[in-house]
């Protein structure tokens, strides 16, 4: 089955600056990788997603990164505010076992 | 208009116990789901299910019995609860035939066992 990692467990940065996290996956059928946020008490919130057959998406200030060959997805946060602090969990998807996988989090910290 | 629902949103209860979770979403999605989430913050898979049958069963305890009487709701009973069982229980949705994994989650259910 699918095994998602994911680094770091923890991301302390300054607002303003740049946040980068890093999940690698196991099964090459998986085909989906979505990013979901949650901030402190709250759900799983879906922020930005990219499919196998794309190699990078932007939406303002967060973008993904997906590298097929090497089996990594990267999510890069810019100009970071005290609102984006909050867990961020990276996923694979494998449409064949209908299943989305989870990787252990990241808590990002963004200090004044 | 809430997309998934859950209740309770909070269980207090005793050792030995037992207790039932209810899921409802009404986004027309064909899937729904059980995860759990520890106090390490990690969220594990436990249940799916796909017009009400079940798709999904990862390695969980025989205490925990899903139910899906339709398809837009997805039941949690646990039986003989345990230390062990504290955690918050999320429920989602998807909808498969678009080929998406993309989860709705509930508010989740924070379960305390004491």
């Known amino acids: 089955g699918e095994n998602v990692e994911q680094h770091p467990s923890t991301l302390s940065v300054q607002e303003g600056d740049s946040a980068v996290i890093k999940c690698t996956y196991s099964?090459?059928?998986?085909?989906?990788f979505p990013w979901y946020k949650q901030e402190l008490g709250k759900r799983p919130q879906l922020i930005i997603d990219i499919r196998s057959n794309v190699g990078e998406k932007k939406d303002q200030r967060i973008a993904v990164t997906l590298n097929k060959t090497a089996k990594h997805f990267s999510l890069h946060i810019t100009e970071t505010q005290p609102e984006d602090s909050a867990v961020y969990f990276c996923?694979?998807?494998?449409?064949?076992?209908?299943?989305?996988?989870f990787g252990t989090g990241t808590r990002l910290q963004v200090t004044l | 208009d809430t997309a998934v629902s859950q209740t309770p949103k909070y269980l207090v209860t005793q050792m030995g116990n037992d207790k039932s979770i209810k899921c409802e979403q009404n986004?027309?999605?064909?899937?729904m789901y059980w995860y759990k989430q520890d106090s390490k913050k990690f969220l594990k898979i436990m249940f799916s299910y796909n017009n009400k049958e079940l798709i999904i069963n990862e390695t969980v305890p025989n205490r925990f019995s899903p139910k899906s009487p339709d398809k837009a709701h997805l039941n949690l009973h646990i039986n003989s609860l345990e230390l062990g069982d504290s955690a918050v229980y999320f429920c989602?949705?998807?909808?498969?035939?678009?080929?998406?994994?993309?989860?709705?989650f509930g508010e989740g259910s924070r379960l305390t066992v004491l």
């Open positions: 986004l027309g999605h064909d899937t």
């Open positions: 989602a949705s998807s909808s498969l035939d678009r080929n998406t994994g993309e989860l709705f």
């Open positions: 996923a694979g998807y494998t449409g064949t076992a209908s299943k989305l996988t």
């Open positions: 099964d090459s059928a998986s085909n989906y």
